[in-house]
């Protein structure tokens, strides 16, 4: 079978790059929406002359100019949208609307993949305020494509390991602590931990795959799901060293929300950080990565891909020592 042409959106985001990556690696014909926006934004102007160099395509769209967009989807079979999620860097989840518009009005795309990757939406109806902003509104944009009956696949079902694994699931940090390591409750909560890179190849199995049609496909490995025990036990019998283990209460967890500590103990924590706190509480207290089964709506992308030889955890952390 043909392999499908692909339309990356946002290709010079965090994930975005690695799926133009993984899209060229698995001989796909790429193209990589090129925004006017971009400005003089030097280093993704940049990153997208270096797609175009390893055999990308780029077209020129803007959000803000649904002819242009409707133009950028027709030329391809499927659209991979990986615009940012995550607050404390931009939050444009409900920007992907005017994408679905253009698919729709195009008619011609055989699958559309949204911006997800993390915890599914469909499963959080009962998260905490303000966190949950970021499960509504990827809901929101679900409700449009399938009102519009666009083909598509759901990615989600694990942590980022460059934001939850290097750092030993720190907050407010991105490399491992020296000293002292801060434990959710009993710290034996099951989540699931993936590489970046292997979160973009598995993602672009699934686009010409049946059984990933009008599915949520989960990335959750069996060897990468971990407890936070467990995470901090490879990264210790990799350094020799032992770290002081402070158990943090999920009370008192929640409680942080209210005083974000930066030297003002009379401050509020600022939105951002408030949203953070409540998917590490969602991820490491309720377990919301692991504790249900994929069931007729949904696959295990390690099951249907045996074959990918994806990142074990104790291998990512030795760049680290």
Known sequence: ?????????????????????????????????????????????????????????????????????????????????????????????????????????????????????????????????????????????????????????????????????GNLSQLGTLVPPKEKVNIYGNGNMKVAYMDEDDIATYTIKTIDDPRALDKTVYLRPPENILTQRQLIEKWENLTGRKLEKCSIPAKDFLDSMKVWDRGNTDADMDHASQVGVGHFYHVFYEGCLTNFEAGKDGEEASELYPEVEYTRMESYLKRYV
Request: aromatic content about 8%.
């Open 1 to 165: 079978m043909a392999k499908s042409k692909v339309l990356v959106v946002g290709g010079t985001g965090y994930m975005g790059k690695r799926i133009v990556k993984a899209c060229l690696a698995q001989g796909h014909t790429t193209y990589v929406l090129q925004r006017p926006e971009i400005g003089l934004d030097i280093d993704k102007l940049q990153m997208l002359l270096s797609f175009k160099e390893q055999g990308a395509h780029l077209v020129e769209g803007s959000f803000s100019d649904h002819q242009s967009l409707v133009d950028a989807v027709k030329l391809v079979d499927v659209v991979i949208c990986t615009m940012s999620g995550v607050h404390f860097r931009s939050h444009n989840i409900l920007m992907q609307l005017r994408l679905v518009e253009a698919i729709k009005e195009a008619g011609t795309v055989k699958r559309f993949l949204p911006s997800e990757f993390g915890m599914d939406p469909a499963r959080m109806g009962d998260a905490l305020e303000p966190g949950r902003v970021s499960f509504d509104e990827k809901m929101i944009v679900r409700k449009a494509i399938e009102g519009a009956k666009i083909p598509h696949t759901y990615i989600c079902g694990c942590c980022f390991a460059g934001y939850f694994v």
